[in-house]
T-cell receptor, first 116, second 113 residues
Framework: EAGVAQSPRYKIIEKRQSVAFWCNPI?????LYWYQQILGQGPKLLIQFQNNGVVDDSQLPKDRFSAERLKGVDSTLKIQPAKLEDSAVYLCASSRRDGAWVYEQYFGPGTRLTVT | AQSVAQPEDQVNVAEGNPLTVKCTYS??????LFWYVQYPNRGLQFLLK??????LVKGSYGFEAEFNKSQTSFHLKKPSALVSDSALYFCAVGLRGNTPLVFGKGTRLSVIA
């Protein structure tokens, strides 16, 4: 099966500019996650969707970050305006949901954002 | 809140030798534990998970991990390391189905020929 797709792979912007990332999960995966991975650290959750509803966005900096998952399939993550500290790799992941069973998350290749 | 500690930033091992990458966790309730591997410029790849049952879990590429509840550990192991195993390894913990994972900071494994 096709994996999680993300675009673009790399993006360089100046601070205060805006940027958007796109993610297409594995077909049939109801749960979608956006993680931020700063160099030298593990991924940190930004937002979790279940179908097209938000399950957890407690760590999303809502004053500048927004995300949506229209129609419960692909998703976009936006930053506006960007700050230097937003330089990181943004990872999208998806997983199945079937009752209470725990499924592993499958990750896309990530988008490396550099804010100058 | 759950947390994961990977006490070693770097692990070096000779090819053919056994390897261990350490992970300890802290969580209220029954943990769900995962290991992922990350190669340069690529996303994380799932290696194995512990949900319940046998404490020894076998995963991809010959890796295995042992869940130890009393020591709150979930160390990753492989009997014979390959140069191609060189990568960044992440341990992660979750609480129940489809909750977000909390990741450790990662351990860089270097296998020397």
């Amino acid at each position: 099966e096709a994996g999680v797709a993300q675009s673009p792979r790399y993006k360089i912007i100046e601070k205060r500019q805006s940027v958007a990332f796109w993610c297409n999960p594995i077909s049939g995966h109801a749960t979608l996650y956006w993680y931020q991975q700063i160099l030298g650290q593990g991924p940190k959750l930004l937002i979790q969707f279940q179908n097209n509803g938000v399950v957890d966005d407690s760590q999303l900096p809502k004053d500048r970050f927004s995300a949506e998952r229209l129609k419960g399939v692909d998703s976009t993550l936006k930053i506006q305006p960007a700050k230097l500290e937003d330089s990181a790799v943004y990872l999208c992941a998806s997983s199945r949901r079937d009752g209470a069973w725990v499924y592993e998350q499958y990750f896309g290749p990530g988008t490396r954002l550099t804010v100058t | 809140a759950q947390s994961v500690a990977q006490p070693e930033d770097q692990v070096n091992v000779a090819e053919g030798n056994p390897l261990t990458v350490k992970c300890t966790y802290s969580v209220s309730g029954n943990p769900y534990l995962f290991w992922y591997v990350q190669y340069p410029n690529r996303g994380l790849q799932f290696l194995l998970k512990y949900i319940t049952g046998d404490n020894l879990v076998k995963g991809s590429y010959g890796f295995e991990a042992e869940f130890n509840k009393s020591q709150t550990s979930f160390h990753l192991k492989k009997p014979s390391a390959l140069v191609s195993d060189s990568a960044l390894y992440f341990c992660a913990v979750g609480l129940r189905g489809n909750t977000p994972l909390v990741f450790g900071k990662g351990t860089r494994l270097s296998v020397i020929a």
